[in-house]
């Protein structure tokens, strides 16, 4: 069995982040990493690795579309338990929107080759869109188990948990199919020091657009499909008041403030 | 004028909230044709609502062949409504499942995406808030039909009447797109408040209710409100994962939004940080949420709510 985990690299959420001259998301300025996101989707590549009958006849691979840095988060991968790494890397990818980068993702998929289960993050924690693995399914023609809290597996047969808006669903497919996974499926481990030794001798391919038959002129920011007018920071709220309580008198302020706005 | 198509989001034809805003949202872009995808029994009360919102003529395509199916049906029926009608734009409400039929119809139109817009004005142009609402951006589909998801509560729902033509829609699913099937499916409980996305006002609470969340519920039904909860009351196991805002739950965007007994993290932040006036009660004056707020009271949530609940019951006697 195959399974491909896409892993997206991503600014530190914690640290500022700031937008280019251009208007696309700096990359370079702001220290990134695995998205947090992809950790849980990295994780439940590996269980499903170790769940099958064979374990040593699946390979994960950890995928990623992103500048040189994003080797770092395929290495976390590797370091985790992943086997091997795909790193897509290449100028005219930057500044793509979810379009090219589901485009890209497909097509190192197919790269791959005879991949049986794509699993992907809920979102990326930069402004994720919640799209690439719809897209992804789109454009691979596989089906969707998307959004999973829980997920079990019987040979080829998946059956996913996946909390919607107005109902809790149970899906069903049978491979190959694109996964995406929650922080509901449970804790992703820490790599240990023996996955850090391990990671270093792990292959890590990287590809170019031409390797992967893209064409560079529909990828990156020209051929965006969307168009970023102008940014802006939010202007720092105007201090609030705040009141400390004595007494009850938090409430009384607090109901005051409410019927001010009339919310009362 | 071209048509704006907008995909109407219901339950057991039962229309949601968002649908009307987002009829608001068409007019200003084209004629809004609303596109409703269900039950042939529930078409025509579905269709008299929205028409009463504006909508000049639903398209009306029967969903017992793919109600069975997970979002890719949809984005065929949107394709093939988008190929005969030649739509100004596409708007769909930005729920997850929303999004990613919105996601496959860019591939299939070739179209530009633009999700989680907070406003739409005509051009299109989106705005969005983006890094957990440190930013706001403009951005515009600069190829194909604009699909444009749109969050609860961008726009105020607008009470005109359309003619609300109803169109029967024949649509043809392939087989590729019937291979997500939905196993089971378990309605939401109704919990007799506001829906969380939908709601004008949102009451949570967090770590700091201790488990006890008398305080909150009590406060938010004196205020008409609905629930919600940060990850560490969901994971404590206090209120179901339904309820939690955040980065990793829903996200909503009330006129206003009182956190008791949460700190602000950023992923917690991510959830509700474009609420218009936001009100926080926390015992540590540190707090980061106090950074984000119109009013704070530093204080213990035990006491000052249900003070507070008291007084504001007697107010609306
Ligand atoms: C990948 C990832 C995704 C996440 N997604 C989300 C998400 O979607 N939503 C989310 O909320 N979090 C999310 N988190 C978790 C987030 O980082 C915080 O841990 C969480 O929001 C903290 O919840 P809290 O504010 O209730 O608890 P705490 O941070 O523990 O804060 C509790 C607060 O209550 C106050 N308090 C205590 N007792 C009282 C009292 N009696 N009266 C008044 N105040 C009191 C304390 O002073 C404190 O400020 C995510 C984290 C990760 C890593
Ligand atoms: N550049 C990328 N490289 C690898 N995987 C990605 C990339 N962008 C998105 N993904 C995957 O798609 C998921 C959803 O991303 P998004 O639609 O951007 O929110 C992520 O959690 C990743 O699994």
Known sequence: MNIVVCVKYVPDSTADQAFEADNTVDRVGVPGLLSELDEYAVEQALQLKEKNSDPDSVTVTALSVGPEGAADAIRKALQMGADAGAHVVDDAVAGSDALA???????????????????????????????????????????????????????NQFRIKRDG?????????????VLSVTDQTGEARYPSFKGI?????KPLESYALSDLGVDAGQVGLSAAWTAVES??????????????????SGATALTEFLASKKFI | M???????????????KPTYELLAIAKRLGTPSAVFIGGAAQAAG????????????????????????????????????AAAASPAAILITSSAEGKEIAGRLAVKLESGLITDAVDVQAGPVTTQSVFAGNFTVQAKVTQGTPIITVKPNAAAPEETAGAGAVENFAATISDAAKKAQIVASQPRESSGRPELTEAAIVVSGGRGTGGNFDPIDNLADSLGAAVGASRAAVDSGWKPHTFQIGQTGKTVSPQLYIAAGISGAIQHRAGMQTSKTIVAINKDEEAPIFELVDFGVVGDLHSVLPAATEQITARKG
């Open chain 1, 101 to 155: 980068t589901s485009k890209v993702l497909a097509a190192a998929i197919n790269k791959i080759g005879s991949v049986d289960v794509v699993v992907c993050g809920m979102a990326s924690t930069d402004g994720g869109m919640s799209v690439v693995p719809a897209m992804l399914a789109e454009r691979l023609d596989l089906p969707q188990v998307t959004f999973a809290s829980v997920i079990e597996s019987q040979d």
């Open chain 1, 165 to 177: 808006d107005t109902a809790t669903e149970i899906i069903g497919a049978v491979t190959p199919l």
């Open chain 1, 197 to 201: 030794m391990a990671a270093k001798k």
């Open chain 1, 231 to 248: 940014t802006e920071a939010r202007p720092p709220r105007t201090a609030g008041t705040i009141v400390t309580d004595e007494d009850g």
């Open chain 2, 2 to 16: 071209s048509e704006v198509l907008v995909l109407v989001d219901h339950v057991d034809g039962a229309v949601r």
């Open chain 2, 46 to 81: 579905a269709a008299e609502a929205v028409a009463k919102f504006g909508a000049e003529k639903v398209y009306v395509v029967d969903d017992t062949e793919i109600k069975g199916y997970l979002v890719a049906p949809k984005a065929e029926v949107l394709q093939q409504i």
